[in-house]
């Protein structure tokens, strides 16, 4: 916890032990956690990608300890971005500090196949070593995928998957691996949504990912009774983007080096969803 809270308070590039213990520590908490979380009614901040961006997750992490806000992280926290392990880590102490009102969760970028590939595992060898990249993927196993509001507001990555029909069809999933070897799993992660009336398309993403159009996204919204959709996961310049008539809101909380405006979710008491610029 002392270097949660040193952290926190500003402190960087931790060492390779300091790193272990936090992760350690995180991966206990982590690990017991259901793959759906179940989070308060309103209230509630949803933070979209941060790919290495320390100056977003710092002003985020002080805007929802200055509140009384619970916050659901919707993943992308490594890759591409200029301080992928700190802001990582940011995000851990956070977690670590006020557990209760931090949710965080699985994107796509925190598996093996994608952090390999896009930045982190550079990053993590060029200024630690592979063994502590090792460390990294075995904490992104323990990541939880969904999280589920009391008011039916739900959250993931990506979006809706095929052949997923109740919130049992999620729970049931085993979701620890260093990739997302289940298919529906991967989805999740990994889809967008089309505002056109069809159930699921390719995608440009390629073979891994669907779009999922208005049909797939009603059917799933009727049979889990929710609604509303929060998901991260695509880039608009303006940071927040709705669709199916704003039932769905896709946000991204990074700025991309000055090309996007980062925005957040809030959720008041009364249910009301506002944009708010980082
Ligand atoms: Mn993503």
């Known amino acids: 916890m002392k270097i949660a809270n040193n952290i926190l308070n500003g402190k960087t590039k931790l060492n390779h032990e300091e790193i272990v213990q936090i992760l350690g520590e995180a991966k206990d908490q982590l690990r017991m956690l259901p793959n759906v979380i179940t989070t308060p009614k309103a209230k509630l901040f949803y933070i979209g990608g941060l790919h290495g961006d320390l100056k977003c997750a710092r002003k985020i992490a002080n805007k929802i300890m200055h509140s009384d806000y619970h916050a659901v992280f919707l993943g992308d926290y490594v ?13 851990v102490a956070l977690k670590l500090q006020i557990p209760e009102r931090v949710t965080l969760l699985r994107g796509n970028h925190e598996s093996q196949e994608v952090s390999g590939r896009y930045g ?18 075995d904490f992104f196993k323990v990541i939880p995928i969904a999280a589920l ?69 009603q059917k799933f919204m009727g049979n889990l009774n929710l609604r509303l959709f929060i998901r991260a996961h695509e880039a608009f310049p303006e940071g927040i983007r709705t669709f199916f008539d704003g039932r769905l809101i896709s946000i991204f909380s990074t700025s991309y080096g000055g090309r996007i405006t980062p925005m957040i979710a809030r959720i008041d008491s009364d249910l009301t969803v506002h944009a708010v610029e980082i």
């Open 120 to 137: 982190f595992h550079s990053e993590v060898k060029q200024n630690y070593s592979e063994e502590l990249y090792l460390e990294f993927l």
């Open 149 to 217: 509001s009391r008011s039916g507001i739900f959250a993931c990555h990506g979006g809706v998957p095929e052949d997923v029909y109740s919130l049992n069809d999620l729970s049931s999933i085993n979701r620890f691996d260093v990739n997302f070897p289940d298919d529906r799993l991967s989805q999740l992660v990994w889809n967008d949504p089309k505002e056109m009336n069809f159930e699921f398309t390719f995608s440009i993403r390629g073979a891994i990912a669907r779009f999922f159009g208005l049909v797939a996204f």
């Open 79 to 91: 890759d591409r971005g200029p301080a992928q392990v700190d802001t990582l880590l940011h995000l």
